[in-house]
């Protein structure tokens, strides 16, 4: 008997408890974790507009900003690199996506809290005092238990448990060889499944699930940086073109202007009312275009400036960004086989369909299980002493 409680309690030492697996130390991780680390981004309390505007961040340096003269806002330039660095550090999407692996890895952990160990115990007293009619007496009666134990769940599926009982009686009934005597016990048992909820692939699901859901959200949160960061490049390119295209409009437009002031001066001579008509009809056609140029560039602006949250430079700011990364004219030959290749094996999007399968996979095993029938080994010792003081008990 001794040899089976003993034997309980090594198997459940040996179990021991299931810890999730440590993160991927890489790259994209640690600035995963960093983000996550800053938490929401702080605000100014200022004025009246503090809940808008973002606080300093002291790690990134700051832009070179030129006040503007008189009504002129002041200028911003900015290079492509320094827009996907703040990008990179202040992007809302990207802060609030990479909260998602530390939600997964909480899962994880509760999932694993499944095999830890119980402790349990209790106490308790009873003292009964009734009348009785026997020639030997009694009637009077006190009890005191104590127990403790710990039982653990293993990976197997098998439930472990061990209890200590400590239990005094007295009792001052005449047909008791002991009027005060103590019992205590331990017990110990063990319950493995043989069929249903065996062995570690059905037991360790939940946690190879809320594994594979973390992966999954770091591939999301890898996602999200390379959209955020595609559209910042798309957008510092198109408000480059877009001050580009402004300036050629403007240019366009005073041609316009002087064309017609030269038509005006020549109006009695060869230049017809048709001609001086159409001309000015001319001019302001371009200069609808001019307007149009300046609010695509404003919209193009407001939309790099979210993108970026950066303290410099946002909506309330008013600042005037310039890009002044030159435009590469380099012809660049791409192989369709080789892009296809390298977007199979590392696009995000693939990685979370190969990650969802795998959860399906998990799933489909834990069903199959569930439709064997219950079968279950149990084992179980008891070891009980009893004795007019304590230590004869326990001897």
Request: glycine fraction near 6%.
């Amino acid at each position: 008997m001794i040899r089976i409680v003993f034997a309980v309690l090594a198997a459940g030492a040996l179990s021991g408890c299931v810890q999730p697996d440590g993160l991927d130390p890489t790259i994209l991780n640690r600035y995963q974790e960093q983000m996550a680390a800053r938490g929401p981004q702080a605000r100014d309390a200022q004025d009246g507009l503090g809940l808008l505007r973002p606080s300093p961040v002291a790690s990134l340096p700051r832009l070179a900003v030129t006040p503007g003269k008189k009504d002129q806002p002041a200028v911003v330039r900015l290079t492509l690199d320094e827009a996907v660095l703040r990008a990179l550090a202040n992007n809302a999407e990207i802060r609030v996506e990479s909260f998602s692996p530390a939600i997964a890895r909480e899962d994880m952990r509760a999932a694993a809290a499944e095999f830890d160990y119980v402790l349990f115990g209790g106490w308790s007293r009873v003292k009964d005092d009734r009348r009785t009619d026997s020639t030997l007496g009694g009637g009077q009666t006190r009890v005191r238990e104590a127990s403790a134990g710990v039982k653990q769940k293993t990976v197997t599926g098998a439930t472990w448990s061990a209890e200590y009982t400590w239990n005094r009686t007295w009792d001052n009934s005449g047909a008791h060889t002991l009027t005060n005597r103590y019992e205590p016990t331990i017990v110990a048992s063990v319950t493995q499944p043989l069929l249903r909820d065996a062995w570690p692939a059905v037991n360790l699901a939940r946690m190879r699930i809320a594994s594979i859901s973390e992966s999954a959200s770091r591939s999301a949160f890898r996602a999200k940086v390379e959209d955020v960061v595609t559209t910042v490049v798309t957008t510092y390119w198109s408000l480059r073109q877009a001050r580009r295209d402004l300036e050629i409009q403007q240019w366009l437009l005073d041609e316009a202007r002087a064309t017609l002031e030269k038509l005006r001066l020549r109006q009695k001579l060869d230049v017809t009312a048709v001609e001086i008509r159409q001309t000015e009809a001319a001019v302001r056609t371009r200069e609808a275009a001019l307007v149009r140029a300046r609010r695509t560039i404003g919209d193009l602006q407001d939309a790099l400036v979210r993108l970026l949250s950066d303290p410099q430079l946002n909506l309330l700011s008013g600042a005037e960004v310039v890009p002044v990364t030159e435009a590469a004219d380099v012809r660049i030959r791409l192989d369709e086989a080789d892009q296809l290749v390298t977007a199979l094996r590392h696009s995000p999007l693939l990685e979370q369909a190969r990650l969802a399968i795998a959860v399906a996979d998990v799933n489909v095993r834990v069903a199959c299980n569930q439709t064997l029938p219950r079968l279950d080994f149990t084992a179980a010792g008891t070891l009980q002493g009893l004795g007019g003081s304590s230590k004869q008990g326990h001897d």
